[in-house]
């Protein structure tokens, strides 16, 4: 057999196309969590004159009116997952994934005309559901362009994506706030969007189909080539596995958390008062830098991880569920973060248990591709996705209220047990990781 070595590297390439959609797909979503810290946007949406004193009760009551804009991009979010993961593995990764990116560069920009609460709610479901066709577009990427045993470590480079969009909003959109006001910031960022979908466009084609592709490499790719089935399955049909069941719970569980950091750790930095020293738009970029940056690295060493195990002869089930408790105990400290008054404590435990969950991540994403044939892998992961939506939207609608009653160390307690709790929940539901054979799903597909 081939090894990756000797096999060409065309593929890694295709990863690096896919690091780049998230990184952008990270941007614009992210570029409110930096921009609700900002006075001048606070007052406007709420309709507040611009010389008036924004209050306590004025701030609580933006928190929670921004909890329920959250909310709304995660309820858009959960319909596009399941419409959007449905509609790729039908017309295919190409323009399935564009049509989402035309979506969400749409909402991107259409946000920097918004005037209130209620025009943000609009723009941010907009954008969730655009955004939504990211991953289920990625991860059946993964599945056509890579063997089994290199997909932890290939969705562990793309998904560093994620970390690297939300440090580059950090460094770059409170400097544009400062000096351009908010509404560029959304101007600005919402049109790399359209600058990506452009060049996805004309990059992206199926292994089968790519001239650059050699056939060594193309052979290497298919060496652990499965059958898939050839009629159409049905969410309700895939929803008879308890494989999707032990998927759907880790996205449930762990996604809401992530959000949870991406929403609201500029926040906590600027407004927590038991810190020593308090973040703004001025000084946002080195500590994001820091704690992203160890994400991305957990991304990836997590990817290769559970990719090592298995080279070392473990099975898929033992070196995906180690690393998912390895994971699930890195995030088991962050509840001291909401008590301590070090700044760099704080930075330090938070960017532990950010690079942890993307760890998480990464492992989870292969379960798609590990237990389903790659014709099916994106309606499995909008299903996924559209789970771990529903979870975030029930968080943010509590969080604002809940921060703003008793602060962050509830929700923080919160994301320190979570992952533990849903790996105890998987195991039970999916003792081994078994893949669902095509011949299983075209038999009972005979009786929809």
Known sequence: MQTPTTSGSFRWRIVALLFLATTINYIDRQVLSFTMTDEVFRKEMLDIAPDATLT?????????????????????????????????????TKRGFS???????????????????????????????????NFPAAIKTIAEWFPRRERS????????????????????????????????????????????????????????????????????????????PRANVSWARLLGYKQTWAFAIGKFMADPIW?????????????????????????????????????????????WLSTQFMRWGWSANRARKTTLLICALCVVPIFFAAQTSSLTVAIALISLATAAHQGWAANMYTFASDLFPKNVVASVTGIGGMFGA???????????????????????????????????????????????????????????
Not at 81 to 92: P, T
Not at 190 to 204: A, E, N, R, S, V
Not at 392 to 418: K, V
Request: charged content about 15%.
């Open 56 to 92: 306590k009760e004025a701030t609580d009551r933006f928190k929670v009116l921004y909890g329920d804009v959250d909310a709304a991009f995660k309820f858009a979010y959960a319909i596009g997952f399941l419409l959007v993961g449905w509609l790729i593995d039908r017309i295919g």
């Open 390 to 448: 529903v979870g975030g939207i029930l968080l943010a609608l509590l969080a604002g209220r809940i921060i703003t009653a008793f602060g962050y160390l509830p929700m923080f307690i919160i994301a320190s047990c979570t992952y533990l709790l849903a790996l105890i929940i998987i195991h039970l539901v999916l003792p081994k990781l078994e893949p669902v054979k095509a011949e299983e799903l075209e038999k009972s597909n005979q009786f929809i």
């Open 153 to 228: 470590f290939a969705s562990g480079l793309f998904n560093a994506g994620t970390n690297v969009g939300i440090i580059l909003t950090a460094l770059v959109i409170p400097y544009v706030i400062l000096q351009f006001g908010w509404r560029s910031s959304f101007l600005v960022t919402g049109l790399l969007g359209f600058g990506l979908l452009i060049f996805w466009w004309f990059t992206y084609s199926k292994p089968e189909r790519n001239p650059k592709l050699s056939p060594d490499e193309l052979a290497y790719i298919r060496s652990d080539s499965e059958k898939v």
């Open 99 to 133: 049509l989402g990116i035309l979506v969400w560069s749409i909402a991107a920009v259409l946000t920097t005309f918004v005037g209130n609460m209620t025009g943000l709610r609009w723009t941010r479901a907009f954008l969730g559901l655009g955004e939504a066709a």
């Open 259 to 303: 959000w949870f950091f991406m929403s609201w750790l500029p926040d906590f930095f600027n407004s927590n008062d038991a810190l020593d020293q308090k973040l703004d738009l001025k000084s946002f970029g080195v500590p994001f830098l820091i704690i992203y940056v160890v994400s991305d690295a957990g991304s990836i060493f997590f990817g």
